[in-house]
């Protein structure tokens, strides 16, 4: 998935593709009238209003991931420079022998999912901070950034990710952001391949749940 700096209408026509969206559907999906949608079509670069700016921001984060890897590749086609890559900074919080997860509402028909706090990098955020802030947004837990354990390509939703780990501070775990999960656990370092699978888990990450904890 891309995040979008400046919508134009020919972004704005992709990511109604990557939707598999008809005129009327996106202009339903995104509240507005379906002759804005045609003069999108009609003019490539026209630069929307700003408040189309967050109603094609809103309507490309909510999208399912498979529509987000079309729109990723749609704007990645030579000549398109109306994006940059998706950044999603990645907390991996530890208490002695514990490690803070959370439970992902699945868009697709996976159900459910075990993954470790994150969120997207913002333009001019710092990944480490985001870390920090998402984390308590998403589970109440304060912690702060021990080290970069650097990043990748996610395997199963390329995405850009920055992990880090971080130590605990304080905070109850609790699920703070129910729309997105579905519930927050501490689960032991050593179990974490039982939630997620270890072949999509960063090496750094698996290397540094090993190390010993000096409580």
């Known amino acids: 998935m891309d995040v979008v700096v400046s919508w134009t209408g020919k972004s704005a026509c992709q990511l109604q593709e990557a939707l598999r969206d008809t005129n009327e559907a996106f202009a339903a999906r995104l509240g507005i009238g379906l002759r804005t949608v045609a003069s999108w079509h009609k003019s490539p670069e026209l630069v929307p209003r700003t408040e189309m700016h967050q109603l094609l921001d809103q309507a490309l984060e909510t999208a399912p991931p498979t529509a987000q890897k079309r729109f990723a590749l749609l704007i990645a086609e030579p000549g398109a420079q109306t994006a940059q890559s998706l950044r999603v900074a990645v907390a991996v919080v530890v208490r002695g022998t514990e490690v803070l997860l959370v439970c992902r509402h699945d868009d697709e028909s996976a159900g459910i999912r075990w993954q470790f706090p994150a969120g997207v990098i913002k333009p001019g955020r710092s990944p480490a901070s985001t870390a920090v802030r998402e984390t308590l947004a998403e589970t109440g837990i304060h912690c702060l950034v021990s080290e970069d354990l650097g990043g990748r390509l996610h395997p199963a939703t390329g ?41 999509t888990i960063f090496q750094p990450i698996l290397a540094a749940l090993e190390e010993p904890q000096h409580d």
């Open 159 to 199: 995405v850009w990710c920055q992990y880090f780990l971080a130590e605990y501070l304080a905070g109850v775990a609790q699920n703070q952001d129910t729309a997105e999960n579905a519930d927050v656990m501490w689960v032991p370092r050593n179990t974490v391949t039982r939630f997620i699978p270890a072949d």
